[in-house]
């Protein structure tokens, strides 16, 4: 549906009839002439989607991305509250 290019990494974000309502967001790191899975991450909701594809390719810009996606805990957020 949408991809987003940065820094060497490609965000897609998708919609496919065959699984349903199922959103899924894939982070691929490009290196030619590969493209690696990196992460995938599945969304009933299009806006949650769109919004943690919006923050990973915030972090990916910043150049901190990939670290925060290998070492995040469980759950759609890159960053879990200090509570």
Do not use: C
């Amino acid at each position: 549906m949408s991809d987003k290019s940065i820094n060497g990494y490609t965000v897609h974000v998708a919609q496919t009839d065959a699984l349903g309502s199922a959103w899924i967001v894939r982070v691929y790191r490009n290196r030619f002439p590969f493209r690696k899975s990196v992460s995938s991450d599945w969304f009933l909701d299009g806006a949650q989607a769109k919004l943690f594809a919006d923050q990973i390719t915030a972090e990916l810009g910043n150049g901190k991305g990939f670290e925060n996606l290998r070492d995040r805990k469980p759950g759609w957020t890159l960053h879990r509250s200090a509570r």
